[in-house]
């Protein structure tokens, strides 16, 4: 099971040992992983802190997302215009 409060997502990048990773959930949380399991470790933890600075500095904190969804996909490509 993944403990997560919020929802996630998480994009596979150009370079193949890169992923990036965001929650549609939380404003300015993103990250960086080597692996999907390590962007999923990286974000339990690295959502903490986020969290943990917003209350910190007196700013607003989401709701935990009552179902929360991790969502695994490629990276947007550019279209050519």
Request: proline residues 10%.
């Amino acid at each position: 099971m993944i403990d997560l409060p919020y929802s996630l997502v998480i994009e596979a990048t150009d370079e193949p040992d890169f992923f990036a990773f965001y929650s549609p959930d939380v404003e300015g949380f993103t990250g960086v992983g080597h692996s999907i399991e390590d962007c999923l470790y990286k974000a339990k933890w690295g959502m903490k802190e986020h969290i943990d600075l917003l209350r910190e500095q007196n700013l607003p904190v989401p709701a935990p997302n009552p179902d929360p969804r991790t969502t695994i996909r490629n990276s947007k490509q550019a279209t050519a215009a």
